[in-house]
């Protein structure tokens, strides 16, 4: 995946920031032209290689200041040949004087973005209420999300009072793509969570190394894995294929410049050889993925999807659905989508040994695949390759997971889910 070698870049610049650095020797080092690299820097980062060094620089500079060093020295440490350099650029890039970004208050240590990481940012509510001015919403609520799920708290955005949400990221390149994604599917006629402009005009916030948006709160409710397991799950399973379903259609046409990660490339060369030896499963199924996978994933359809599907992502309400969060958004195999939300129900439910439920659980499996084909029309080698798509998201999501002890519960569930997953295998080809 080229994301990988974009962080290659970031961690190299912030271990070389004091350093001079040149897109052509970035360039170099990744393996690709200097007009690719630009293209590759800027999807994933959200802008162009230069802007980002020089806003690293005068981040950094700023917080060193921040702790009593002279701001000439830390100037010319940082590259500026003079104090005035240092002053136009602070401006230009940030807004406002380094005095002035002084006196707002307690300059953070800049985070060190990390692109393949989930992001945990430390937002306090009162650092939020002193952003709402953007929106004119000043005095407004701000209270914690929690998905209804599982309970845990949304650490990358708070509620707005009872009509809104704002998000925040250390990516700007994960929130352009959701931005551009939700336009697109409302310019279609779907409900999606597009951005509220400031009262300038902005549809973003950059604050510090930060990027804030705000958006409308969707009408409904979130999906909840526990209702799908309740009677009428084969309904219920159906229609989340549908919705699935309806979501590729429409991201179909949405035209986006996103990450376009090889799966099969990925499974092949980085999960199988880090998990496989902990896993118990068939050496067959292995060599099918290698050999019969590789014959089907040159010709499956490929087209933006929403990587992470999950029912806590799908929205409910009786005038209709909509969708949200699309900061892992890329263009992949469209079939994706359905076996991730699929396997996502069943890493929240799964109760090794309870054969009723999981019996349970491929009838919802089936049902949502059938539902999606009802929209979409799969192909018959798309129909061939839903295992192996469920089994590459098992992997990856493992090869993940392997090693963090924040994700040492999820591993083990996972760890287990793709053993009998794989006891399961004939029962995975869409009926």
């Known amino acids: 995946m080229y994301v990988r070698l974009m962080q290659e870049s970031l961690d190299y610049i912030e271990d070389n920031i004091k350093c001079e650095i040149t897109a052509e020797e970035l360039s170099d080092r990744a393996g690709f032209s200097l007009f690719h690299y630009y293209r590759l820097f800027h999807t994933a980062v959200g802008m162009p290689v230069m802007q980002y060094i020089l806003r690293r620089r005068l ?44 006196k707002k208050g307690k300059v953070r240590k800049p985070y060190r973005i990390e692109l393949l990481k989930e992001e945990h940012i430390m937002i306090t509510k009162k650092r939020v209420e002193g952003l709402l001015g953007y929106w004119g919403l000043e005095g407004e609520k701000v209270t914690d999300i929690y998905y209804e799920g599982t309970g845990n708290r949304n650490e990358s955005a708070y509620y707005i009072g009872e009509e809104y949400v704002l998000k925040f990221t250390a990516n700007l390149g994960k929130l352009k793509s959701h931005i551009a994604i939700s336009k697109a599917l409302e310019n279609v006629g779907l409900t999606a969570a597009v951005p509220v402009k400031t009262k300038d005009g902005r549809e973003y916030v950059a604050e510090d190394d930060l990027y804030y948006c705000l958006t409308k709160r969707l009408n409904g409710g979130q999906l909840k894995v526990g209702d799908i397991y309740e009677e009428d799950y084969a309904d219920k399973a159906r229609l989340v294929g549908e919705i699935l379903g309806q979501l590729s259609m429409a991201l179909a046409k949405v035209d986006a410049v996103l990450e376009e990660p090889d799966l099969y ?10 998990v496989k030896a902990e896993l118990n499963v068939p050496e067959s199924i292995f060599a099918g993925y290698e050999k019969e996978f590789a014959k089907l994933y040159p010709v499956l359809t490929k087209q933006v999807i929403h ?30 989508d359905p076996c991730y939300a699929a396997t996502a129900i069943l890493s929240e439910t799964y109760e090794a040994g309870n054969e009723e439920k999981l019996q349970k659980w491929l009838t919802i499996f ?46 083990e569930t996972n760890k287990l889910m793709t053993e009998w997953l794989a006891s399961v295998w004939d029962e995975l080809r869409l009926q």
């Open 59 to 102: 981040l950094n500079a700023i917080y060193e200041i921040s702790q009593g060093e002279k701001m000439i020295e830390v100037a010319l440490a940082y590259g500026f040949d003079t104090h005035a350099g240092f002053y136009k650029a602070f401006v230009r890039e940030l807004g406002c004087t380094p005095a002035q970004y002084l």
């Open 366 to 411: 089936q049902n949502i695949l059938c539902g999606y084909d009802e929209v979409v029309k799969l192909s018959e080698a798309e129909k061939k390759a839903i295992p192996y798509v469920v089994l590459s998201n098992q992997l990856l999501a493992l090869a993940w997971f392997e090693g963090q002890e924040k994700f040492k519960e999820l591993y």
């Open 265 to 274: 490339g990925s499974v092949v060369n980085y999960a199988i050889p880090k």
């Open 307 to 336: 990587r992470d599907p999950n029912p806590g992502n799908l929205i409910l309400a009786e005038e209709g659905w909509g969708v949200i969060d699309f900061e892992l958004s890329e263009k992949n195999v469209r079939i994706f």
